[in-house]
């Protein structure tokens, strides 16, 4: 296991993207304004979880390049670096109902959402179909399934009933159609357009 | 397939010219370099109903048949379309016949409220195929135009493809065979497929520059920077645009003599760092730049053309530092000396940073931009000229990692140039400590450059005075004894401390720790008092620099190896300047 040290970097908000790992789940965001609430969002949640410092970079030899707005250090685990992955996806699905709100309320509904992640079961193809909501404009069951179908598997070691041999998903219609109604019923998404074809969204 | 494959790209048509003359095949073989072919290729796996799924690039222009949007119009249009597909096939000219395409459709409003259906065929494909098409839409009451758009700028998706006289549908993918059929009667047996549109290359920002014939030694006096100076100086008078990092550094390698490494240590908190090597000959130091590895490929860029700024602009205060830090090891209070200087007035290390990004904002925006006036002057959308301010914001969308605004239609002018406006204004408020990223610096930076006056007298070099102080105190220190010139700065060091308040013991301090050197105080000593220190780097058996390690001194190489409990033993009133290794001296010694 790798010492706490070994993950010890500076973090600022030109950077978060690569040294957090998140590009697969960043990549839908390419819009600078989008990124720096996302960063803010971010930075609050290593706060809360006491996983940073401030850097005091001086050096007396050296011209360096000052990094812009305040570089932070940070130690991150698994289990957070898990959790940042769940905030990406959290604040895509948020950003859907609640676009141009307050960081603040984006915040709150972020964690919201976080909560209802974590209700879901990924073996059963929820937590892909809930991801996909926020990957994809409109949020209709075919588009879900035309964003899973075919792709490889996001979570292989899950053993997800519509992966393949060769790991690749399986999701059709109408398994798709039939996940987001129980999702529904358990009050984790919502209609947000009953006409054909029906649009979903999180429930925050 | 024919002899004649025409997905194949131009460039490779004069081979192809070749091996089929040799084969026999058409002499009247003819290659129409304008046309831009697209590969159309078949995805391994098919769609949810199990049709075949086509894939391909987006394409970058369309040739495009306009019609005012009616009732039915797609079913007219599609009959047409058919006419038109089954007429090439049944062409007798082979160039016509052999051909892959796709045919795109797709709405669009105008911004005078008129609701439009838009055909798209491959931009600059092969005339007489053209005429074809153009024939058929002409015949359709409702057609308004020709022109040619970007498929994005009206939602356009594929929806037939001719290939090699064959007719293919695109239908929805969760729709069989039958069911495609069934909605389209007049496609007759054309074979049902599905799209899916594979990601486009990212377009590439940077072009490659002219590369200096001039060659630099890489040990750097102040005469060897003269030289560099007016060649760098050529250098980016001759940019054109953008060069990325890869081609910067080499040129910055090889004609300038400046190394670039990228650094990995996880204790690097700067995105760029420029410093001069330690020298135990006579021979001038060497300078390397440091760049952080974990930034995108586009930052880096950007932070190397900002550390060559600092050697282009502040190669003096660099050899001074050097001094500095060389010095302290026996008279260490010239170190916080210095650091006072530099730092007592913030405007001064602000200037610098100013600076080193006005040149880097030249490696993002050429200098022939410059004023931006000039080209935006001539320049009109919708109605107006863009203010020069926004045409910079634009420029530089393309060179940083969040690329929305970097590859645009018409759609997003209105969204353009409010993001501009807006960050124009913020910028107006803030200074470059506040900047909120990297954007920011160098969109202030490429502003402040194009906004000086030619003819303009330059402002007098914040520099100037500190260097002044610091060469003063140098030859100061040169013609005195050690106790003498350590008594002296204690000295210049009360009076400046003085100043506001009395002096307290910390404030002689140096930093203990900075990248690449840190501090061990002397076993004899409270920490709080400056002490001389042992320059030791770590031995060739001690390759990471663990303090638990051997370590050698710094600037005798061949002298004699012990751990730092020995080296403190050896004088214990001295501390000890570790200088670790960085990590491009780590990858070397482990491969020796």
């Not at chain 2, 638990?548 to 001295?574: C, E, I, S, Y």
Request: proline share 7%.
């Amino acid at each position: 296991m790798k010492s706490p040290r070994e993950h010890l970097q500076t973090l600022t908000r030109d950077n978060f993207v690569m040294v957090l790992d998140l590009g697969r789940a960043a990549s839908h965001v390419r819009d600078r304004e989008r990124l720096s609430v996302l960063y803010d969002l971010i930075l609050e949640h290593l706060k809360s979880s006491g996983s940073l410092s401030l850097v005091g970079a001086e050096s007396t030899g050296d011209v360096a390049f000052r990094i812009p707005g305040t570089a932070i250090n940070f130690r991150i685990t698994g289990l957070l670096q898990d959790s940042l992955k769940d905030m990406v996806t959290a604040y895509l699905l948020v950003e859907r109902i609640a676009a141009g709100r307050h960081e603040l309320v984006l915040a709150g509904l972020v964690k919201t959402v976080m909560e209802h992640l974590s209700l879901l079961r990924t073996a059963l193809g929820e937590r892909c179909i809930v991801e996909s909501l926020g990957e994809i404009t409109p949020a209709t069951a075919e588009n879900v399934c035309i964003n899973l179908f075919n792709n490889f598997c996001r979570y292989p070691k899950a053993q997800c009933q519509f992966m393949d041999k060769e790991s690749v998903c399986t999701m059709q219609l109408v398994p798709a159609k039939s996940s987001l109604q129980s999702l529904e019923a358990k009050k984790i998404v919502r209609r947000i357009r009953t006409l054909d074809p029906e649009e979903w969204a999180i429930v925050a | 397939m024919g002899p004649w494959n025409p997905t194949l790209a131009a460039s490779e048509s004069s081979a192809l010219r070749a091996v089929y003359r040799r084969q026999g095949w058409g002499t009247r073989l003819r290659l129409t370099r304008r046309e831009f072919i697209l590969r159309i290729t078949r995805f391994e796996r098919p769609d949810p109903a199990g049709k075949l799924i086509d894939t391909s690039r987006p394409p970058t222009y369309l040739r495009t048949f306009v019609f005012d949007y009616s009732e039915g119009i797609e079913r007219r249009v599609l009959v047409l379309t058919i006419q038109a597909i089954t007429q090439i096939a049944a062409s007798s000219r082979k160039l016509v016949r052999d051909r892959d395409f796709l045919i795109w459709t797709g709405e669009h409003t105008n911004s005078l409220g008129m609701h439009l259906y838009i055909v798209g065929v491959p931009y600059g494909v092969y005339m007489p195929v053209f005429e074809i098409f153009d024939e058929k839409y002409r015949t359709e009451s409702s057609f308004m135009e020709i022109t040619y758009s970007l498929p994005q700028e009206f939602q356009a998706r594929p929806s037939f493809r001719y290939e090699y006289g064959k007719g293919v549908l695109y239908a929805d993918p969760f729709d069989s065979p039958a069911q495609a059929r069934a909605k389209f009667p007049e496609v007759g047996d054309f074979e049902v497929r599905s799209f899916r549109q594979a990601s486009g290359p990212q377009k590439n920002p940077y072009t490659a520059p002219e590369r200096p014939q001039y060659r630099s030694p890489t040990r750097h006096s102040e005469e060897t920077w003269h030289r560099n100076r007016e060649e760098i100086f050529k250098f980016l008078d001759s940019l054109k645009g953008p060069c990325g990092f890869r081609r910067l550094r080499s040129i910055i390698k090889e004609c300038f003599g400046v190394a670039v490494y990228e650094e990995g240590a996880p204790e690097f908190p700067h995105y760029g760092l420029i410093r001069l090597a330690t020298v135990s000959d006579e021979k001038p130091p060497a300078v390397r730049i440091l760049i952080n590895e974990h930034l995108p490929e586009k930052l880096k860029y950007i932070a190397l053309a900002h550390e060559f700024g600092h050697y282009l602009l502040h190669f003096p205060l660099l050899l001074v530092l050097r001094y500095v830090d060389e010095t302290a090891w026996s008279i260490p209070e010239i170190e916080p000396y210095c650091r006072r200087l530099l730092t007592e007035d913030p405007s001064t290390l602000r200037a610098l940073e100013d600076s080193a990004d006005e040149i880097a904002s030249l490696f993002l925006i050429p200098a022939w931009t410059h004023p931006m006036a000039r080209m935006t002057s001539i320049m009109i959308e919708g109605g107006v000229s863009p203010p020069p301010s926004e045409m910079i914001w634009r420029l530089l969308q393309p060179l940083f990692p969040e690329d929305r605004f970097a590859d645009t239609t018409w759609n997003d002018l209105e969204e353009i140039r409010k993001r501009a406006h807006r960050d124009t204004n913020r910028l107006r408020f803030t200074t470059v400590d506040q900047a909120a990223n990297l954007f920011e610096r160098m969109f202030a930076a490429a502003l402040r450059v194009d906004d000086v006056k030619l003819g303009e007298e330059p402002e007098i070099d914040p520099l100037r005075g500190v260097l002044g102080a610091m060469h003063a105190v140098a030859t100061k220190i040169d013609s005195a004894r050690e106790s003498e010139a350590r008594s002296f700065l204690q000295g210049l060091l009360k009076d400046r401390i003085s100043e506001q308040h009395d002096p307290t013991e910390e404030e002689f301090l140096p930093g203990l720790v900075a990248f690449g050197r840190e501090l061990v105080p002397p076993l004899s000593t409270r920490i709080i008092r400056l002490f001389p220190r042992i320059p030791l780097a770590p031995a060739i058996y001690n390759p990471d620099g663990t303090v638990d390690g051997d370590w050698r001194l710094k600037t005798r190489p061949d002298g004699p190896v012990g751990t730092l409990a020995d080296w403190q033993r050896w004088k214990p009133d001295h501390g000890l300047a570790l200088y670790r290794f960085e990590s491009w001296q780590k990858k070397a010694l482990s491969k020796l």
